[in-house]
Nanobody
Framework: QVQLVESGGGLVQAGGSLRLSCAAS????????MGWYRQAPGKQRELVAA???????NYADSVKGRFTISRDNAKKTAYLQMNSLKPEDTAVYYC?????????????WGQGTQVTVSS
């Protein structure tokens, strides 16, 4: 069973940067897709960014041009570089790994890391 552990969250002023890391206890090569989601108080969890094993990326419109997702299979770690942060980026950020086995997707989640952006 692979476990995902996020780190790198914290408090930052608007316009600042943070880099989130998602370390896996096992190989992340088995994840077809790795992603970052976030959930703000009173809101649903939403996809922020995702990266497929081949390197294809997908971003929410609200973060395009500001956030960059990457994965280092050798280090078993995925990253989310967040620049030009805005107060509306404040949320708990969750790492997600998705595996496709035959026709079924299996999801793995980290415990979340808090990101707070002050104005």
């Amino acid at each position: 069973q692979v476990q995902l552990v996020e780190s790198g969250g914290g408090l930052v002023q608007a316009g600042g940067s943070l880099r989130l890391s998602c370390a896996a206890s096992g190989s992340i090569c088995s994840f077809n897709v790795m992603g970052w989601y976030r959930q703000a108080p009173g809101k649903q969890r939403e996809l922020v960014a995702a990266i497929a094993i081949g390197g294809t990326t997908n971003y929410a419109d609200s973060v395009k041009g500001r956030f960059t997702i990457s994965r280092d299979n050798a280090k078993k770690t995925a990253y989310l570089q967040m620049n030009s942060l805005k107060p509306e980026d404040t949320a708990v950020y969750y790492c997600n790994g998705r595996r496709l086995r035959v026709t079924t997707w299996y999801d793995y989640w980290g415990q979340g890391t808090q990101v707070t952006v002050s104005s």
